[in-house]
């Protein structure tokens, strides 16, 4: 008796190919969502570890990093900065997760200092994931 090949025919393969192309059409675009959110989240936490840094920076020295001496003031202790006591970051100024500096400007329009990424478009303004995430819109969402 001859026994019977045992593989699969072109038709099978290409039926669960197409099967699995659809069942990717629902997923993808989900997945791709929750990138975006997550990104976003991080920008938020990351925003409050940098905003807290500041904050024992001025805790320190009574005066808030300049918009000149930028975030670098929590690394390297500035020229006429008493009592300072850093570095206040163990782990460096963190990037974005769009891999950009944050932007600090102090004093600020909207708050006492503004500590911003431009989202994933690294562009001012916009709308969803090319919006700018401030430090003081964390937990308004």
């Given amino acids: 008796?001859?026994?019977?090949?045992k593989g699969f025919t072109l038709i099978e393969i290409i039926i669960v190919v197409i099967i699995m192309s659809m069942i990717a059409t629902l997923i993808v675009p989900r997945l791709?969502?929750?990138?975006?959110?997550s990104k976003k989240q991080i920008t938020k936490t990351q925003i409050v570890m940098v905003e807290n840094a500041?904050?024992?920076?001025?805790l320190d020295t009574g005066r808030y990093p300049t918009s000149d001496e930028g975030l670098e003031a929590l690394m390297k202790q500035p020229e006429n900065s008493n009592n300072w006591d850093g570095p206040y970051l163990e782990k460096g100024i963190p990037k974005d997760p769009?891999?950009?500096?944050?932007?600090?400007?102090y004093p600020g329009k909207n708050y006492t200092f503004e500590l911003y990424?431009?989202?994933?478009?690294?562009?001012?303004?916009?709308?969803?994931e090319n919006a700018d995430i401030?430090?003081?819109?964390?937990?308004?969402?």
């Fill in 117 to 128: 990424s431009q989202g994933a478009d690294g562009q001012p303004g916009g709308e969803g």
């Fill in 54 to 58: 500041i904050k024992m920076f001025k």
């Fill in 134 to 141: 401030f430090n003081y819109t964390v937990g308004n969402e």
């Fill in 98 to 105: 769009w891999g950009r500096d944050y932007l600090y400007v």
């Fill in 1 to 5: 008796m001859r026994e019977k090949n």
């Fill in 32 to 37: 791709f969502k929750k990138v975006e959110k």
